[in-house]
């Protein structure tokens, strides 16, 4: 058969998915067996302003492998995609655009106007991700796209909305939020990023009423202090039990406060005394809610003082203010002292404003409420399972513990609006629809809430909503509980909780029932890839440059461990498909007379060595990488397919068969001999598709024998053309498991291996042939070699094999190598090579090896290199040091043999 001498990527990954496609090959419905077991995911929804980046690739290529792989076991398989119309990201984005191309603000248009706009930015420019992932090779059902403002997702975010509210769990009321000045919005503590920073620690004064004794607070925010209503101190501080419940004069407002006693003030920090401020700090907004302090509001959304700050710092910029309120207590002074000091500060995930904690009205969800069924179940039946279990399921269930209110409202335009309404007296009503709405108020004049829902709202239904929820439709019934959830660590608290709670709140069941953490990719010298950083890693780029098929094994070999990005790594699997092109292409070009499925008929015993180490090597790879995948271990996956299909099958199988055949005439022999030979490697390319599809699509077309009937039995009727992708995954059949096979082929590939290193060490010509004497105690070992004699002749370039008793009987001037049982193979070495030539070359080489030896040796005795180089770095030097002693002995014995 003609098959090109080189693998094409590009154009098998653009013809088979569009096939794919077309055929409907990724529904669920191409299943015609409804007993089959159902296998369901969806996908973590990319934001509709976003571009494909290495997380997701990685994330996409584990949840593809795990699809594929149960669509081939025969299970009704489902990936449902999607994409989150992500609130303020978008708005930003459509904002900007109005700004650069028309010189307009949002409020120039009116909110009407501007959502129009803003789906029209989206059906443009939005949902780019989505194309990207084609190239991926992902098999999610296209059909089921979902996009969380789509009208059945958002009378599910409805529903969701009222039932809490009608239940009490959604409630309207006052509260300390996080609000972005930039962004003009309140933010969820999980859309805030706590990072450290250099900074100052004052310490203000503030006296005692009727004394001339001061006390003494640290702050990190002197602007703050205007808004103070209590100075807090531990009750067991024996410093200020006498000042408890005394009156303090707030320095720059005229204002009194008083000291209160509370045991959450840590007395090791600053001084050990407080100040309050209940309207804009958190653990300040909870100690008086304890004490019932009133809350002074002095800053502003805009963080900007307010005339509650006083008339001398109303309109100043905190920062501004901050400066001002140093000054005059420094003027006053009481101002005791500033150091610099390390702190993190509070930032907008987004656009890295400081934020401003301020007390709001907004709607709230109590959490904690939502929270007790998914910890229950965590703790009763460990469901979802984490993989990996550490650290993760405890940080799982230490979240779900320690759940604060939810701050659900967002002062935005584009989202899913809250669903109440306002009559002129101000009374709400919280309902599905406007309509509802009024027939509840029993009046048509209401206005609705101008703000939406958090995003991560509609998020949280999302395993729920994209299959039908609130209706009770057959999608839910038959895809719902999802069977894993493939996401990243950071979005534990965000989503994954959220859609455990949604699950048990509105179905009685869990979301998912394993949740596999992917790891983290990082730039070459291990930093976070970003944008503001520019050393992202493009996987489209990489595509192009090495292929798909490849790139996807380096992810899936990632899996769930943190790694710097290498290309070294992706050229040594763009290496492996051309292996498996090359391998392929030498089978299908002596395929005439084979067929898939033939060639192993009879009682294994009966056949040949190499056929029944072959066999016995693929049960344990099939065993191996299905428990693997089913484990969430997808490196242990891809590195035994790798070896598998390399090692066993391309270098040794092939190499051991090529005589049987290639030969030039057609006999019964020899086409049982390629048979078994596509067989394997039909077998290998199953094995390999959930990792590599499009290669092992473009070469399984091209194998003889294979049809519909190759085809899994609940996919024969389906109408689409033949392809990998809907055959059976390979099962390990134990029978055929052969120990003692493998351990026959190990002495013979030992042997093999061993003849043809003093072969290169030597500089042996390629075509040369040599001399081999073996001698093997007992008649276990002479007898296998013996039985593969044509083999080990043809593979070692050997004229001539003969079998000695003893090491001794054999000449002087050979090399040798020990094998496993005691056995040695000794090559002549008289007519073969000049030794005086080869003794200089040799000793050249041995010096080279020393230095080499002595280098990598100091690098290793440094124990800051050690604790300080990357764990790889170290790996990779103490696997060079082994080999570089591995080399240098066999050199020196090669030296002592051309001395003999």
């Known amino acids: 058969m003609e098959i090109p001498k080189t693998y094409d990527p590009k154009q098998a990954e653009a013809a088979h998915y569009a096939r794919w496609e077309a055929e409907g090959c990724f529904a669920p419905e191409i299943n015609r067996d409804l007993r089959a077991p159902v296998y369901s995911i969806v996908i973590p929804p990319p934001n509709v302003t976003g571009s494909l980046h290495m997380g997701h690739a990685?994330?996409?290529?584990?949840?593809?492998?795990?699809?594929?792989?149960?669509?081939?076991?025969?299970?009704?398989?489902?990936?449902?995609?999607?994409?989150?119309?992500?609130?303020?990201?978008?708005?930003?984005?459509?904002e900007k655009q109005l700004r650069k191309e028309e010189g307009l603000t949002r409020h120039d248009l009116g909110r009407e106007k501007f959502i129009e706009r803003v789906w029209q930015w989206k059906q443009k420019y939005g949902g780019e991700i989505l194309k990207q992932m084609r190239r991926e090779g992902v098999s999610v059902d296209w059909s089921r796209e979902r996009f969380t403002m789509d009208e059945g997702l958002t009378r599910a975010v409805r529903e969701f909305f009222v039932r809490c509210y009608d239940e009490g769990l959604i409630y309207h009321g006052e509260g300390l939020i996080n609000w972005c000045p930039k962004d003009q919005t309140a933010l969820s503590d999980l859309e805030v990023e706590k990072e450290p920073q250099a900074g100052k620690l004052y310490y203000l004064q503030y006296p005692v009423k009727g004394s001339e004794r001061r006390v003494t607070v640290a702050t990190t925010r002197p602007e703050t202090m205007l808004g103070d209503t209590a100075v807090a101190v531990n009750p067991e501080d024996e410093r200020y039990r006498d000042l408890l419940g005394a009156t303090l004069e707030l320095p720059l407002t005229g204002r009194e406060i008083r000291v209160v006693a509370d045991e959450f003030v840590d007395p090791e920090f600053g001084t050990g005394a407080v100040k309050v401020t209940p309207a804009h700090d958190p653990a300040d907004y909870a100690m008086g809610e304890r004490h019932k302090l009133a809350q002074v509001k002095v800053i502003d959304q805009h963080a900007r003082m307010t005339a509650e700050a006083g008339?001398?710092?109303?309109?100043?910029?905190?920062?501004?203010?901050?400066?001002?309120?140093?000054q005059k207590f420094e003027e006053l002074g009481l101002l005791e002292k500033v150091v610099d000091y390390e702190f993190s500060i509070s930032k907008c995930d987004r656009c890295r404003t400081v934020i401003e904690p301020l007390i709001s009205t907004q709607w709230f969800l109590r959490q904690s409420e939502l929270g007790r069924a998914p910890l229950e179940l965590m703790r009763e039946r460990r469901v979802p399972r984490f993989v990996p279990e550490t650290p993760y399921e405890k940080v799982y269930t230490s979240w779900l513990e320690n759940l604060h209110d939810w701050t659900l409202s967002r002062q935005l335009w584009w989202g899913h609006r809250i669903p109440a309404w306002y009559d002129e007296e101000g009374n709400v009503y919280v309902a599905r629809t406007e309509e509802?709405?009024?027939?509840?108020?029993?009046?048509?004049?209401?206005?609705?809430?101008?703000?939406?829902?958090?995003?991560?709202?509609?998020?949280?239904?999302?395993p729920i909503s994209t299959l039908g929820w609130p209706d009770e439709t057959e999608d839910l019934k038959t895809f719902y509980p999802t069977s894993v959830l493939v996401t990243a660590r950071d979005i534990i608290f965000l989503w994954v909780s959220r859609m455990m709670m949604t699950g048990l709140k509105f179905r009685g069941e869990r979301a998912f029932d394993d949740v596999s953490i992917t790891g983290t990719i990082f730039d070459k010298h291990g930093q976070r890839m970003s944008k503001t950083k520019a050393n992202g890693v493009d996987p489209l780029e990489v595509f192009d440059k090495y292929g798909v098929d490849a790139t996807r094994l380096v992810l899936a070999s990632i899996g769930s461990t943190d790694t710097r990005w290498n290309d070294n790594q992706i050229e040594s699997y763009r290496n492996f498909a051309n292996k498996i092109w090359n391998a392929a292409r030498f089978c299908l070009m002596n395929s005439e007379g084979a067929q898939v499925g033939k060639g192993f008929e009879g009682e294994s015993q009966t056949w040949a060595l190499h056929d029944r180490w072959i066999i016995s090597r693929l049960q344990k790879a099939t065993r191996d990488t299905?428990?693997?995948?089913?484990?969430?271990?997808?490196?242990?996956?891809?590195?035994?397919?790798?070896?598998?299909?390399w090692d066993d099958f391309c270098d040794w199988y092939i190499e051991l068969s090529k005589a049987d055949v290639t030969g030039a005439e057609a006999t019964p022999a020899r086409d049982a001999a390629r048979s078994r030979v596509i067989t394997v490697?039909?077998?290998?390319?199953?094995?390999?598709?959930?990792?590599?599809?499009?290669?092992?699509?473009?070469?399984?077309?091209?194998?003889?024998?294979?049809?519909?009937?190759?085809?899994?039995?609940?996919y024969r009727e389906a109408g689409v053309s033949p392809t990998v992708m809907l055959t059976a995954y390979p099962?390990?059949?134990?029978?055929?498991?052969?120990?003692?096979?493998?351990?026959?082929?190990?002495?013979?590939?030992?042997?093999?291996?061993?003849?043809?290193?003093?072969?290169?060490?030597?500089?042996?010509?390629?075509?040369?042939?040599?001399?081999?004497?073996?001698?093997?105690?007992?008649?276990?070992?002479?007898?296998?070699?013996?039985?593969?004699?044509?083999?080990?002749?043809?593979?070692t370039r050997a004229a001539e094999v003969s079998f000695r008793e003893s090491a001794a009987d054999v000449p002087r001037a050979s090399?040798?190598?020990a094998l496993g049982g005691g056995a040695e193979v000794a090559v002549p070495l008289e007519g073969l090579i000049d030794f005086a030539q080869e003794r200089a070359r040799l000793t050249r080489e041995i010096e080279k090896q020393d230095k080499e030896?002595?280098?990598?040796?100091?690098?290793?005795?440094?124990?800051?290199?050690?604790?300080?180089?990357p764990v790889e770095k170290v790996e990779e030097l103490r696997q060079r040091l082994a080999e570089i002693r591995q080399r240098k002995e066999a050199m020196g014995q090669m030296v002592e043999a051309l001395e003999g």
Do not use: C
């Open 58 to 94: 990685l994330q996409h290529t584990i949840m593809d492998v795990l699809t594929r792989f149960h669509r081939m076991r025969g299970h009704r398989t489902l990936w449902l995609p999607g994409m989150d119309h992500a609130g303020i990201s978008t708005q930003i984005q459509v």
């Open 311 to 326: 008339a001398e710092f109303e309109g100043l910029d905190r920062y501004e203010a901050r400066e001002k309120v140093v």
């Open 436 to 462: 509802e709405a009024r027939r509840a108020a029993g009046k048509d004049q209401l206005t609705q809430d101008p703000d939406v829902l958090d995003t991560w709202f509609s998020s949280a239904l999302w």
């Open 626 to 645: 299905s428990a693997a995948i089913e484990g969430y271990d997808f490196h242990a996956a891809v590195q035994t397919i790798y070896h598998f299909f």
């Open 681 to 714: 490697l039909e077998q290998a390319l199953r094995l390999l598709h959930p990792f590599m599809p499009f290669i092992t699509e473009e070469l399984w077309q091209r194998l003889p024998g294979v049809g519909r009937e190759s085809l899994h039995p609940a």
């Open 731 to 795: 099962q390990a059949v134990e029978s055929l498991i052969d120990e003692r096979a493998e351990g026959e082929m190990r002495s013979v590939i030992e042997l093999v291996s061993r003849v043809r290193n003093i072969r290169t060490e030597l500089n042996v010509k390629p075509g040369e042939e040599v001399r081999l004497y073996i001698s093997a105690q007992g008649d276990g070992l002479g007898r296998i070699f013996n039985a593969s004699l044509a083999q080990i002749k043809r593979l």
């Open 815 to 817: 090399a040798r190598a």
């Open 853 to 869: 030896l002595q280098k990598v040796e100091g690098q290793l005795a440094n124990p800051q290199f050690v604790e300080r180089a």
